[in-house]
């Protein structure tokens, strides 16, 4: 058995989250797809995961983690990711580093000031499997030298630490990289479709020297990519329900030969439809998480979470669009963007992490 019933002091983080995603991700939302996003830190978000010996005042819960990733995507799925993007770090660390990893970086992410951090997993090519890479490590008088290409790299241009996946001896692991390491070369950023206010760059690494994380007991590649996986289904369902609730409200709202919209059928069942699908996805992303935090294996749960919660986002965005008619393919509307965003989460690996 299990329950999602958020404990009192996950619902108040959870609302903080929502008060957060309301008033200045959706308002800002546009803005920020055009100019860029700044700001969000104060929510405390990673230091309320972290446990009070390495500088927070938290313990980390992957059910909590979805919950306020899906009310921040609500919000803006730019926002969102950016706001996460030190967890791409820490998180590795707290789940696999060793006990020195932990002591040197998890106190950064625990002050007033923001962390950039950085995960490079996805690489250039079609067939592109994260448990089949073809960036390498390989050691070298007691370090790993890592070789490879790799796109899509949340804020590698400002991280200070970044952890770069790479094979080594037949698996893959990850490497602790710190910012001005010679060898890394952080490319021009990447012009995207959608999430346009989240920074993603090309990064190549040229006999880059690194530290594996965890050490000699090295790295559980397939938990960290679980964990990306139930991140990316979460915010995935936040994007959806927020292309919903705009495309019923308009529903209601817009007349058309005396009546509502949302009293024709085709448009009412398709929003029943946009509804079902959404709750789908968040149980399954729910269930996914719970079994993260019952430490159970969590893989298959976790794929089908996200190759459902994928397609379930674009289908729903696509079908606000469709909503609004004309006005929906036009920018003083939103749905044009989240559809935009939508679309991303199908060719995004390892991005977000809870």
Known sequence: MFAFEPSEEQQMFIEGARKFASK???????????????????????????????????????????????????GDLSGA???SAPNLVAFPVLLCGSEQQKAELLPQFCSNAYAPASAALIEPRYDFDGNALK???????????????????????????????????????????????????????????????????SVDFHDCRAQRLGGEGGTDFQLLLNCSRVALAAMAVGVARGAYEYALEYAKNRKAFGEAIAQRQSIAFMLAEMYIDIEAARLMTWEAAWLLDQKRDATRAACLAKNFADEMALTVADRAVQTL????????????????NARGFAVLEGVAIV
């Open 135 to 201: 960036t390498t490590a390989t050691r070298s008088n007691g370090d790993f030298v890592v070789n490879g290409a790799k796109c899509n790299v949340p804020c590698a241009a400002e991280a200070e630490w970044m952890v770069a996946y790479a094979s080594c001896d037949g698996r893959t692991e990850g490497f602790l990289i710190k910012k001005g390491t010679r060898g890394v070369e952080v490319k021009e950023r990447e012009q995207n479709m959608g999430m346009k206010a989240f920074p993603l760059y």
């Open 24 to 74: 200045e991700l959706r308002e800002g939302a546009r803005e920020a797809d055009e100019h860029g996003f700044t700001g969000g830190w104060e929510l405390g978000l990673l230091p309320a995961s972290i446990p009070e010996k390495y500088g927070g005042f938290g313990e980390r819960s992957a059910v909590t983690g979805v919950l306020a990733a899906e009310e921040l995507a609500w």
């Open 81 to 83: 990711l950016a706001l």
């Open 325 to 340: 008619g004309g006005h929906g393919y036009i920018r003083d509307y939103p749905v044009e963007m989240w559809l935009r």
